[in-house]
């Protein structure tokens, strides 16, 4: 089964930290970008960050400075270490792979289940 699943979601207080992963299927060979977006309540999905296959990485504004995304293709995973966490940042948060090679040969545009940070005041 080509699969994302996400691990790392909670409730923390206001200033605390999370730290996400995301973790592929061992059925998925080659990676292209990952990325972390997120959807609140009665809002849009929204991207967090992503990181390239070279490493390059990419942040929304309003995460830049907290959050730090980084990602191990031998372990097919990514992480998003979320520090300095705000009642704004809640939201569930999406992992997702633009590109892969897999098992079932090329696939595009694949997300994880989700995972619910909750941060309070």
């Known amino acids: 089964q080509v699969q994302l699943v996400e691990s790392g979601g909670g409730l923390v207080q206001s200033g605390g930290s999370l730290r996400l992963s995301c973790a592929a299927s061992?059925?998925?060979?080659?990676?292209?970008?990952m990325g972390w977006y997120r959807q609140a309540p009665g809002k849009e999905r929204e991207l967090v960050a992503s990181?390239?296959?070279?490493?390059?990485?990419n942040y929304a504004d309003f995460v830049k400075g907290r959050f730090t995304i980084s990602r191990d293709d031998a372990k097919r995973t990514s992480w998003l270490q979320m520090n300095s966490l705000k009642p704004e940042d809640t939201a569930v948060y999406y992992c997702?792979?633009?590109?892969?090679?897999?098992?079932?040969?090329?696939?595009?545009?694949?997300w994880g289940q989700g995972t619910q940070v909750t941060v309070s005041s």
């Open positions: 997702n792979i633009d590109r892969m090679g897999t098992s079932r040969g090329p696939m595009y545009d694949l």
């Open positions: 061992p059925t998925i060979f080659t990676i292209g970008s």
């Open positions: 990181i390239a296959k070279d490493s390059t990485t």
